[in-house]
């Protein structure tokens, strides 16, 4: 049955025509902002797991920089105590000297002072923003420096702990106190009592930065990690929610194309009731 009154045609062509243009829409701002899921109605699912990873890439990158900050600081300590030990090694070298009858003792003691002088300046000098890790304290209470090394997340949204990194103070003020402890060198007996004395420092310098040293090739790995793990999240947020190009193009060419028959199919679906008016004649 035909009516003037309802067109049932035209209804459905209009109907396929909105849902092409939606369709065409949703491919277009897919193309133009580059996210095939921008907002929670496009995928809640999906929405949900990119945006908690994307804060954790935040996270992450945070951490990156206070990794760095960290690294500086070990770094500074580090090469402040090698410098420590090379002193000390010279130190070695002047009370080995002194074991011989014939030589200036008290030119020696005033070499050892000096370098002496040397140590205990850089053990002040070595700290980076404030942190020094050869002193007792590293900034003026603490003795442990915790650096915030990753984050452990339970499950998909679930509770976030924090993992540190821990550097202990090496405690060089009063451990390598050399000013008030070392035996003063005026004869050969004080060389040998100095002698004994040095070895001891000598090895607690060389325990010191070797300590510092692991405590920098471990941060300096862990900075590679999360340098890592933010490229793998970050491609993994992509995947999840980036517009692939190739088949947006060809989808949106192919909605064209549909449009375009919608259009003429609805165009035929409204001159239907014209036709009934050839009943008549």
């Known amino acids: 049955m035909s009516s003037i009154l309802t067109n049932n045609g035209a209804m459905v062509a209009l ?12 491919t277009q701002n897919a193309i133009s902002t580059g996210k095939e899921i921008g907002v929670a109605k496009d995928n809640a699912a999906v929405w949900a797991i990119s945006k908690t990873m994307e804060s954790d890439i935040a996270s992450f990158e945070a951490i990156e920089e206070g ?17 420590i030990v090379e002193k000390l090694v010279e130190i070695k070298e002047l009370i080995v000297s002194a074991q011989a009858e014939n030589v200036s003792h008290d030119k020696i003691q005033t070499d050892i ?11 002040g000098a070595a700290q980076f923003n404030g942190a020094n890790l050869l002193a007792n304290t590293i900034d003026g209470t603490a ?22 990194i821990t550097i202990e103070a090496q405690g060089f003020e009063s451990s390598l106190n050399l000013g008030t402890s070392l035996t003063t060198i005026t004869d050969t007996a004080t060389a040998a009592s100095a002698l004994a004395e040095i070895e001891v420092y000598l090895q607690t310098a060389i325990s010191g930065a070797a300590a510092l040293g692991a405590a920098s090739a471990r941060i300096d790995d862990q900075v590679q990690f999360v340098s890592k793990l933010v490229d793998s999240m970050t491609m993994g947020v992509s995947t999840m929610t980036d517009t692939d190009m190739e088949e947006a193009s060809a989808r949106l060419s192919a909605l064209q194309t549909q449009q375009e028959l919608a259009v003429q199919s609805l165009g035929i679906a409204n001159q239907a009731p014209q036709a009934l008016l050839q009943l008549f004649n």
């Open 15 to 26: 109907q396929t025509l909105k849902v092409v243009n939606t369709n065409l829409t949703d």
């Open 67 to 83: 990794l760095s900050m960290g690294e500086a600081t070990v770094a500074v300590a580090s090469a402040g105590a090698e410098q």
């Open 113 to 123: 002072e000096s370098k002496v002088d040397q140590i205990e300046s850089i053990i």
């Open 143 to 164: 003795t442990q420096m915790g650096i915030l090394a990753s984050l452990d997340r339970v499950g998909a949204g679930g509770t976030v702990s924090s993992v540190d």
